[in-house]
């Protein structure tokens, strides 16, 4: 039995890609008095002299860290409020549904927004983008029997970001549905030709590729801030040599920004092209009745 596909999921990577900044060194470093700088180095050291898995690494420095006074996932959720954001978030979520006209909106067209993040989920829950988003997934402490942060529970790297794509594709939101259950195309709410994907750099190329492979749409970001040029160069390397996308922008979610008439442009493709379906949909099921 097909589903209604009138869902248009923009799905977004959070550090460098919503924020200039990485959001442990906005919010946990400075409460817990962390430097940034030593605390990254370490990580690197774990991936490059132990074999770690570049998100095990941090996870397991923030529980060395903070080993005699580690928080409760309540306490990381109310540090969430303090992060901050590139110029237009929040205020994106509420402006962009604006954009679809009458008649996408009788047909019931609508916009979703994920987050897909390989940082703490717990902090993007205190945050403002919480309340304006559909799902937020990301990397997860379990606890112990004090309720402080004990071990990873759930970690998210940027191989395995595409499992939440194919979660959304089949609204499959919950940890506990098994992903790999074959379903058939019609059946999934939010076909890939209805998403587009927003992040930084290589770590979302998994991503970029899944998007372009099966028809949805991409854009890698950078910060016009940067006087170093790292972020530019990240996405123009991914458009002009690697081929993984065909779009960058600066950071800026304003409107009238280069990023946000993209974001609206596509947008608008997507909603026409569900319009054109359902009406060759309503065509081949209609038999015109016989004249006398």
């Known amino acids: 039995m097909s589903v209604a596909q009138n869902t248009i ?11 200039p900044n990485y959001m442990q060194d ?4 400075p409460h817990f008095g962390i430097h940034a700088e030593p ?11 132990e074999g770690y898995d570049g998100e095990l690494a941090y996870l397991k420095c923030i529980l060395d860290y903070l ?41 019931g067209i609508q916009i979703e927004h994920y987050i897909v993040s390989s940082g703490l989920k717990a902090l993007l829950d205190g945050s403002s983008l919480a309340p304006r988003v559909k799902r937020i997934f990301g990397c997860e402490f379990g606890t112990d029997s004090k309720g402080r942060i004990a071990f990873p529970k759930r970690v998210i790297s940027h191989t395995t970001k595409t499992q939440y794509i194919f979660r959304i594709n089949k609204g499959m939101l ?14 999934r709410p939010v076909p890939f030709q209805n998403m587009i994907y927003i992040g930084d750099g290589p770590t979302d190329v998994p991503c970029f590729t899944l998007m372009k492979r099966y028809g949805g749409h991409a854009i890698a970001v950078y910060n016009p801030e940067e006087k170093s040029r790292s972020s530019f160069r990240k996405c123009y390397q991914l458009s002009a040599h690697a081929e993984r996308i065909k779009h960058i922008a ?42 006398f």
């Open 39 to 49: 605390f990254w180095r370490k990580s690197r050291q774990l991936v490059e002299q």
């Open 174 to 187: 919950e940890p506990s549905e098994d992903v790999n259950d074959h379903m058939d195309h019609s059946c």
């Open 67 to 107: 080993e005699m006074d580690r928080p409760t996932n309540e306490e990381l959720t109310a540090l969430g409020a303090k992060l901050h954001y590139f110029p237009g978030v929040p205020e994106f979520f509420d402006e962009v549904p604006q954009v679809l006209n009458a008649a996408h909106q009788a047909h």
């Open 9 to 19: 999921a923009i799905i977004y990577d959070y550090d460098q890609t919503l924020s």
């Open 250 to 291: 600066p950071a800026d979610y304003r409107a009238g920004s280069h990023l946000r008439l993209l974001l609206e442009e596509m947008i608008l493709d997507i909603a026409e092209n569900m319009l054109q379906r359902r009406q060759q949909e309503l065509q081949q099921g209609t038999v015109a009745a016989p004249h």
């Open 26 to 29: 906005e919010t946990l470093f």
